[in-house]
């Protein structure tokens, strides 16, 4: 079994990188390892590895969007298995194996022989994503964060708490849009969001659907309709903490296999942090899946706290 140490130097706080290196210089296995300096590295490094036809294990060592591309490297190839070492600042999917987890994915030697489980994937418009893929005002929220970083002096939640003032105060929450899912056809109706989840968390801890799972064959698709202001905030936490259900009049549930939504103007996606925009999306269960390993001592089942009531 060859092991494959993907390192995303961007990732996280500066000194995050040295620490990593100096728990693999104590491993007990022999490894490799594979800086990334530009957006695509990690997925460029996985495809090679995969081009070998041998049996490695891929740690993506960075944040969300270093495993989105490890992911979508390894997806379908039976002999590959990936994991992500949570060297970012979000690793919103790994909070799936609870509130340990950032000490249980930086144990090495135990991820190292870990367990693995085959996992179902999201294909947005041929874009793979393992967590949530959202369309709305939460997707132009993190799509411009990015931009808000690059501020001097914008801290990561300075730079969230701006994107947010902008996209919901001043550009307005609900956009006109057509979704179908199952039995919901919303006929070019201003809506406020749109989720898909096959994890559990994203947005730095948003769980939309507490008993989402990542190995059961069904996407977790939440439709908001257009809400008032003063709603959006009162409604805010509780979609965080996964109540849609008290919510029917509001929110629009589907458990199935795909969704398809358009608009006149380019719609903001954004899969597992990777923004995308386009005028029409199809996201639907993928047909491939991709095998994830993790720590004996991990869990990734739903803890009855995380259930919606």
């Known amino acids: 079994m060859r092991h494959l140490f993907i390192i995303n130097p961007a990732a996280g706080k500066k000194e995050t990188t040295a620490q990593l290196e100096e728990l693999l210089d104590r491993l007990s296995f022999p490894h490799a390892v594979a800086y990334t300096e530009r957006e695509g590295d990690a997925r460029r490094f996985t495809e090679e590895a995969a081009r070998l036809g041998e049996p490695v294990r891929v740690y ?12 979508n490297g390894a997806a379908g190839h039976d002999h590959m298995a990936v994991t992500n070492v949570p060297k970012g600042t979000g690793n919103d999917f790994l909070k799936i194996f609870g509130p340990d987890y950032r000490t249980l994915f930086y144990d090495l030697e135990g991820l190292a022989v870990g367990p ?18 959202c369309a709305g005002v939460d ?14 002096f914008v801290s990561g939640i300075g730079a969230y708490i701006l994107s947010l003032v902008e996209n919901v105060l001043f550009k307005g929450i609900a956009r ?18 749109l989720c898909v989840c096959n994890g559990r968390y994203y947005g730095g801890g948003f769980m939309p659907v507490g008993d989402a799972m990542p190995d059961d064959g069904v996407l977790d698709m939440l439709l908001v309709r257009k809400v008032s202001l003063p709603t959006f905030l009162r409604l805010v936490g509780q979609y965080a903490r996964g109540q849609y259900k008290r919510y029917p009049e509001l929110i629009f549930a589907h458990h199935g ?13 954004v899969v597992d942090g990777e923004v995308m925009r ?10 491939k899946k991709v095998n994830f390993f993790y720590p004996a001592g991990a869990d990734y089942r739903v803890p009855r706290a995380d259930k919606t009531s």
């Open 60 to 71: 993506a060592c960075g944040g969300d969007g270093t495993l989105n591309e490890v992911v």
């Open 116 to 133: 693995q489980i085959p996992f179902d994937l999201i294909d947005c418009n041929g874009h793979l994503g393992l967590d949530v893929v």
């Open 139 to 152: 997707a132009r929220i993190a799509a411009d964060v990015h931009r808000y970083k690059n501020w001097r």
């Open 176 to 193: 006109p849009i057509s979704v179908h899912m199952g039995e919901i056809a919303w006929e070019n109706q201003p809506a406020s969001l």
């Open 257 to 269: 296999q795909s969704v398809a939504l358009s608009a006149g103007e380019p719609i903001t996606v």
């Open 278 to 287: 386009d005028t029409a999306f199809t996201i639907r269960l993928s047909e």
